[in-house]
């Protein structure tokens, strides 16, 4: 029997609840444990355990014009570099709540790198705010790994972070588009949504 595999885990990050996501998840999991083979890595089994679950949906796409949550916005990424609200105006910047362990956000993690690879000369920024609980030493291994470049803002403390307390994160990914005047225009963009609001603010990207 073909094990559920990790491009199989990628295909059901947006139909979590479908039976056969399900069915093979458990199929996965129990030849892990059963007679040790096990998935590609720690990851895959943590997506695999998600889907039995039944992950959270994802949230949906906001226009949220303003910016008061985020005049309060501080933090200081994984190189050391500072970012605050005067540091955000001037550019297009998605704040981009996310874990190691979230399928979707690994799913929505491809979409993002092209929108990085086309937009971000052009003025374009991503802030990864991690919540996972693990290590900083895991953590750098996973964005090494999985070839992820923009500024990370990593704390170790989950849910429990200052600023996934402060913006009321309760599931992931979420995520909050900013234009160059620092107001909030959308909130949860992926994919095409997310192309067509940079093209709206920063014209069209390489391609």
Not at 15 to 33: L, T
Not at 40 to 54: F, N, S, V
């Amino acid at each position: 029997m073909r094990l559920f595999s990790y491009q199989d885990a990628l295909n059901c990050s947006y139909r979590p609840r479908h039976r056969r996501c399900r069915q093979g998840a458990a199929q996965a999991v129990e030849a892990h444990f059963s007679d040790g083979r096990k998935p590609p890595d720690r990851i895959h089994l943590a997506w695999c355990i998600t889907l039995i679950i039944g992950a959270s949906p994802l949230l949906p796409l906001q226009v949220a014009p303003g910016n008061q949550e985020i005049r309060a916005f501080e933090a200081v990424d994984l190189r050391g570099c500072e970012w605050d609200y005067s540091r955000l105006q001037g550019k297009v910047v998605l704040i981009s709540f996310w874990a190691t362990w979230c399928s979707h956000c690994l799913a929505e993690m491809p979409h993002l790198q092209d929108a990085y690879a086309n937009y971000h000369d052009r003025g374009f920024e991503i802030i990864g705010v991690s919540v996972d609980s693990g290590t900083r030493r895991d953590f750098e291994r996973f964005l090494r790994l999985h070839g992820i470049t923009w500024p990370q803002v990593f704390d170790g403390l989950g849910y429990g972070g200052r600023l996934a307390r402060q913006f009321k994160i309760r599931t992931v990914p979420e995520s909050i588009l900013i234009n160059r005047q620092g107001e909030t225009i959308a909130r949860n963009p992926r994919g095409g949504q997310l192309i067509r609001l940079l093209e709206r603010q920063l014209g069209a990207g390489r391609r």
